[in-house]
């Protein structure tokens, strides 16, 4: 994800955050639980640790998720403020397997 410095550029980043079927999985995915490890979130998307790890990382910065660390484990949320937004965005995505 590049960054810029125009109000009009960070909001056509958010678009591009939208526009990958693994965070739109992890969204869905979060949007059933108050938190979720990666792990926990790479199983119920059926993707790596890794790239899970990855597309969190950049739903991080975009500000839709947050993270803390609770023992051995990096927890992850979405974002209060954002909830109502992503609710309205993913209403009709579902997880397929």
Same mark, same amino acid.
């Given at each position: 994800?590049?960054?810029?410095?125009?109000?009009?550029?960070?909001?056509?980043?958010?678009?591009?955050?939208?526009?990958?079927?693994?965070?739109?999985?992890?969204?869905?995915?979060?949007?059933?639980?108050?938190?979720?490890?990666?792990?926990? %979130?790479?199983?119920? %998307?059926?993707?790596?640790?890794?790239?899970?790890?990855?597309?969190?990382? %950049?739903?991080?910065?975009?500000?839709?998720?947050?993270?803390?660390?609770?023992?051995?484990?990096?927890?992850?949320?979405?974002?209060?403020?954002?909830?109502? =937004?992503?609710?309205?965005? =993913?209403?009709? %995505?579902?997880?397929?397997?």
């Amino acid at each position: 994800m590049r960054t810029y410095s125009t109000p009009l550029h960070k909001k056509a980043d958010l678009f591009l955050v939208f526009g990958n079927v693994h965070r739109l999985a992890i969204l869905v995915c979060m949007q059933k639980y108050t938190q979720a490890s990666v792990s926990f %979130i790479a199983s119920e %998307i059926n993707a790596s640790f890794h790239a899970t790890s990855k597309h969190l990382k %950049i739903l991080e910065r975009a500000g839709l998720v947050d993270s803390h660390t609770e023992g051995l484990f990096r927890m992850y949320h979405i974002v209060p403020q954002k909830n109502n =937004l992503l609710r309205y965005l =993913l209403r009709n %995505i579902t997880l397929k397997r």
